[in-house]
T-cell receptor
Framework: KNQVEQSPQSLIILEGKNCTLQ??????????LRWYKQDTGRGPVSLTI?????NTKSNGRYTATLDADTKQSSLHITASQLSDSASYIC?????????????FGAGTQVVVTP | SQTIHQWPATLVQPVGSPLSLECTVE??????LYWYRQAAGRGLQLLFY??????ISSEVPQNLSASRPQDRQFILSSKKLLLSDSGFYLC???????????FGDGTRLSIL
């Protein structure tokens, strides 16, 4: 069973609008959570990383939140641009994974239309 | 700065043929190295990881193998490819445990 679930699976938004992506995880104990952006045909690129004690982190128009009690995270994209079209992947590291093994969500495919 | 290179970008191979995908990292020493496979609509699946030269751990039983002949070189191989080996293969590296993994641009492998 996948320990990281993302929703929605895909979404289409108009350029300039905001959107929020969700990530629920069951990994325990928890070390950190990361959001990656993956453009089509490219490798994922890290957007944010949050540890247990952090509940929000921003990277430009991307803002990630984390609720470690409910094991939920969200990624908010503000004023979307065409270049935001990509797959956004939630990745969780367990605290017992001494060498940094990651648990990947299946990703949310975002399409920004003009 | 650190960079990671993967090649080739795309590869079409017949069933039963051998495979060799190469990944190299520059600008860092003794990185942790990883091979992943990504199927459409699925999360990345870890295939192999390495914490040092000659040290390879496999996550899932499969038709593939990995080797690390040099500190910053990671190779994914197969003696005989299967149709099920088709997919998008990603190499990644990380420094200390807890640091983000940095991915290459992947190899799209198609088996005919």
């Amino acid at each position: 069973k996948n320990q990281v679930e993302q929703s929605p699976q895909s979404l289409i938004i108009l350029e300039g609008k905001n959107c929020t992506l969700q990530c629920n995880y069951t990994v325990s104990p928890f070390s950190n959570l990361r959001w990656y952006k993956q453009d089509t045909g490219r490798g994922p690129v890290s957007l944010t990383i949050m540890t247990f004690s952090e509940n929000t982190k921003s990277n430009g128009r991307y803002t990630a939140t984390l609720d470690a009690d409910t094991k939920q995270s969200s990624l908010h994209i503000t004023a979307s641009q065409l270049s935001d079209s990509a797959s956004y992947i939630c990745v969780v590291t367990g605290a017992t994974d001494s060498w940094g093994k990651l648990q990947f969500g299946a990703g949310t495919q975002v399409v920004v239309t003009p | 700065s650190q960079t990671i290179h993967q090649w080739p970008a795309t590869l079409v191979q017949p069933v039963g043929s051998p495979l060799s995908l190469e990944c190299t990292v520059e600008g860092t020493s003794n990185p942790n190295l990883y091979w992943y496979r990504q199927a459409a609509g699925r999360g990345l699946q870890l295939l192999f990881y390495s914490v040092g030269i000659g040290q390879i751990s496999s996550e899932v039983p499969q038709n593939l193998s990995a080797s690390r002949p040099q500190d910053r070189q990671f190779i994914l191989s197969s003696k005989k490819l299967l149709l099920s080996d088709s997919g998008f293969y990603l190499c990644a590296w990380s420094g200390r445990v807890g640091q983000p993994q940095h991915f290459g641009d992947g190899t799209r492998l198609s088996i005919l």
